[in-house]
């Protein structure tokens, strides 16, 4: 079945095969070389020289783990969707005092509204979604790194979950404290594994905070780190980083520029396809490079339309939340390459007879 689901995605079988590589103990160099081996080549695609750090989680494991470990003061969430939303239901959740800004469905967060409340000096940490998987809109997040500047003393961080491994994310260069990504997006492994590259900022701040909790802490996950050469508090998930110590390499294989570039042309191809039949849900100039979120203008019945789909072995996705009947999405990303979605889209036209 080929995945134009915004996550799981398609697997290589080469990169699936590596999950079964035989054990090896997590106290032995051979996993602290692996490991280290994965940082090395993180480090290279996130464009970043921060520390990274791995865990056994999906991507909101990191995320929770973050806004707790690096927030003492008030934390401002900028959100476009669900899950920017969730980055303020974890702080809750973890009685960590925080605001939420919502922006408009469809809408992006503009930087000008980031300096507004940036400027109120109450907050000491920011979190924002890059590219937000529920209503497929991206945040300009160069432009916000602008911002960003003006206040040192803020620890940002990215969610990159839905981007990072497809779309171009120059860590160091924007200034991102935490930015953190899952395994099961562009990345195109097995759901399971988070990663986050945490600045020599956030570490300073981590030292001060006291409700860190243990297993999502991003101290111990540096410490250790540091200090038992690159290995983990707990048991981590070998499997997973065996298959994304590999699947890194067929991606340095295709060439990042490659890759990005291919990302690039499939969102293309797919945002003029939707604008000739639907409408793109996100405002122009805003959409996603991974997955592309469709207005359901005609009214179609997308059970239906994935019923039929998955008799030619291809699945998308319902609108996410509140938006289930009014939008589906398309995603792109990963393992999809242009001849993948032309077929999509030409089944889609030939089961709602479109032409
Ligand atoms: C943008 C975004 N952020 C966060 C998450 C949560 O990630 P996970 O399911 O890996 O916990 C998702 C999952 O779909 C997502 O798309």
Same mark, same amino acid.
């Given at each position: 079945?080929?995945?134009?689901?915004?996550?799981?995605?398609?697997?290589?079988?080469?990169?699936?095969?590596?999950?079964?590589?035989?054990?090896?103990?997590?106290?032995?160099?051979?996993?602290?070389?692996?490991?280290?081996?994965?940082?090395?080549?993180?480090?290279?695609?996130?464009?970043?020289?921060?520390?990274?750090?791995?865990?056994?989680?999906?991507?909101?494991?990191?995320?929770?783990?973050?806004?707790?470990?690096?927030?003492?003061?008030?934390?401002?969430?900028?959100?476009? #969707?669900?899950? +920017?939303?969730?980055?303020?239901? =974890?702080?809750?959740?973890?009685? &960590? !005092?925080?605001?939420? @800004?919502?922006?408009?469905?469809?809408?992006?967060?503009?930087?000008?509204?980031?300096?507004?409340?940036?400027?109120?000096?109450?907050?000491?940490?920011?979190?924002?979604?890059?590219?937000?998987?529920?209503?497929?809109?991206?945040?300009?997040?160069?432009?916000?790194?602008?911002?960003?500047?003006?206040?040192?003393?803020?620890?940002?961080?990215?969610?990159?979950?839905?981007?990072?491994?497809?779309?171009?994310?120059?860590?160091?260069?924007?200034?991102?404290?935490?930015?953190?990504?899952?395994?099961?997006?562009?990345?195109?492994?097995?759901?399971?594994?988070?990663?986050?590259?945490?600045?020599?900022?956030?570490?300073?701040?981590?030292?001060?905070? #006291?409700?860190? +909790?243990?297993?999502?802490?991003? =101290?111990?996950?540096?410490?250790? &780190? !540091?200090?038992?050469? @690159?290995?983990?508090?707990?048991?981590?998930?070998?499997?997973?980083?065996?298959?994304?110590?590999?699947?890194?390499?067929?991606?340095?294989?295709?060439?990042?520029?490659?890759?990005?570039?291919?990302?690039?042309?499939?969102?293309?191809?797919?945002?003029?396809?939707?604008?000739?039949?639907?409408?793109?849900?996100?405002?122009?100039?805003?959409?996603?490079?991974?997955?592309?979120?469709?207005?359901?203008?005609?009214?179609?019945?997308?059970?239906?339309?994935?019923?039929?789909?998955?008799?030619?072995?291809?699945?998308?996705?319902?609108?996410?939340?509140?938006?289930?009947?009014?939008?589906?999405?398309?995603?792109?990303?990963?393992?999809?390459?242009?001849?993948?979605?032309?077929?999509?889209?030409?089944?889609?036209?030939?089961?709602?007879?479109?032409?």
């Amino acid at each position: 079945m080929k995945l134009f689901i915004p996550g799981p995605t398609n697997v290589h079988p080469d990169v699936l095969a590596k999950m079964a590589t035989p054990m090896i103990g997590h106290r032995t160099p051979e996993a602290s070389a692996l490991q280290k081996s994965i940082s090395d080549k993180l480090r290279k695609l996130m464009f970043t020289e921060n520390k990274i750090v791995l865990s056994t989680s999906s991507g909101t494991g990191l995320m929770e783990g973050a806004i707790r470990s690096v927030t003492q003061k008030k934390a401002i969430v900028f959100s476009t #969707g669900a899950f +920017g939303r969730r980055w303020h239901e =974890l702080a809750k959740l973890n009685g &960590i !005092d925080a605001d939420l @800004y919502e922006a408009e469905p469809g809408h992006p967060v503009l930087p000008g509204i980031v300096d507004q409340y940036l400027k109120t000096g109450k907050y000491d940490s920011m979190a924002i979604t890059h590219n937000e998987t529920s209503t497929g809109v991206v945040n300009p997040i160069e432009s916000i790194a602008d911002v960003m500047q003006k206040y040192p003393k803020v620890v940002w961080m990215v969610d990159t979950v839905s981007s990072l491994g497809g779309v171009k994310i120059e860590t160091d260069k924007l200034g991102i404290d935490v930015c953190i990504s899952s395994s099961q997006k562009a990345l195109a492994l097995p759901p399971g594994l988070s990663l986050a590259s945490i600045s020599k900022k956030t570490e300073e701040r981590l030292l001060k905070i #006291g409700h860190r +909790g243990f297993y999502l802490d991003l =101290l111990t996950l540096c410490d250790y &780190i !540091d200090k038992r050469n @690159y290995q983990y508090s707990c048991t981590p998930s070998l499997p997973h980083m065996f298959a994304l110590n590999f699947q890194l390499d067929r991606i340095f294989k295709e060439g990042l520029e490659n890759r990005f570039i291919r990302h690039i042309e499939i969102a293309e191809y797919t945002i003029n396809w939707v604008n000739s039949f639907f409408k793109t849900f996100p405002m122009a100039g805003f959409e996603s490079l991974t997955v592309t979120c469709v207005e359901n203008t005609r009214k179609i019945n997308v059970a239906e339309l994935n019923k039929e789909l998955q008799k030619r072995d291809m699945v998308l996705s319902n609108g996410y939340g509140a938006l289930k009947d009014k939008t589906f999405r398309i995603g792109h990303m990963g393992e999809i390459n242009i001849d993948d979605i032309i077929e999509l889209t030409n089944a889609i036209e030939d089961i709602l007879k479109l032409k």
